[in-house]
T-cell receptor, first 110, second 112 residues
Framework: GQQVMQIPQYQHVQEGEDFTTYCNSSTTLSNIQWYKQRPGGHPVFLIQLVKSGEVKKQKRLTFQFGEAKKNSSLHITATQTTDVGTYFCAGAGGSEKLVFGKGTKLTVNP | NAGVTQTPKFQVLKTGQSMTLQCAQDMNHEYMSWYRQDPGMGLRLIHYSVGAGITDQGEVPNGYNVSRSTTEDFPLRLLSAAPSQTSVYFC???????????FGSGTRLTVV
């Protein structure tokens, strides 16, 4: 079945440093979504990418979808303590069913 | 709108007991799903439904049953609880016309 791999599993940065998490799917995706989960909270939808090569920005966050629609990345510029949490990618193979990566847990040292 | 409501928030069960985790959404979403979250394992799909009367299995369905008699409700039943089912359970819903899933706040289940 469809698998979504996400790296790294953990990332610790100093406040102000950049952060990137990468996502790879075993199959071509119809879309990829990104979620953020704060400690003790539930996943919250950030963005959906649909088009090959798509790049979207939300303030300090930049999301990319690969040309082959099998990989994606999330880049945070100049991290802040409010960015702490676990970031998940989730791939859809053509239906509403989403397969989640294992997530990247980001900690930020002030 | 309340969004996705899960009850209870916490539950402790003894091995062999059964229980139902409740999930309700008031957004008229067609799609609903149940995930379990374990440390280092991400979110794994248990069961999902694309509409009332329709359910299907996800990655880890064993030991769980679901039904979808209405658009709003999608309960998850544990038939005979086992310690391996200790986890945090999330219900989520979405619509063909709305991007992204809306998650409930989760149920933390411990089976002793």
């Amino acid at each position: 079945g469809q698998q979504v791999m996400q790296i790294p599993q953990y990332q610790h940065v100093q406040e102000g440093e950049d952060f990137t998490t990468y996502c790879n799917s075993s199959t071509t995706l119809s879309n990829i979504q990104w979620y953020k989960q704060r400690p003790g909270g539930h996943p919250v939808f950030l963005i959906q990418l649909v088009k090959s090569g798509e790049v979207k920005k939300q303030k300090r966050l930049t999301f990319q979808f690969g040309e082959a629609k099998k990989n994606s990345s999330l880049h945070i510029t100049a991290t802040q303590t409010t960015d702490v949490g676990t970031y998940f990618c989730a791939g859809a193979g053509g239906s509403e069913k989403l397969v989640f990566g294992k997530g990247t847990k980001l900690t930020v040292n002030p | 709108n309340a969004g996705v409501t899960q009850t209870p928030k916490f539950q402790v069960l003894k091995t062999g007991q059964s229980m139902t985790l409740q999930c309700a959404q008031d957004m008229n979403h067609e799609y609903m799903s149940w995930y379990r979250q374990d440390p280092g394992m991400g979110l794994r799909l248990i069961h999902y439904s694309v509409g009332a009367g329709i359910t299907d299995q996800g990655e880890v369905p064993n030991g769980y049953n679901v039904s979808r008699s209405t658009t709003e409700d999608f309960p998850l039943r544990l038939l005979s609880a086992a310690p391996s089912q200790t986890s945090v359970y999330f219900c989520a819903s979405s619509s063909w016309t709305v991007k992204g899933y809306t998650f409930g706040s989760g149920t933390r289940l411990t089976v002793v």
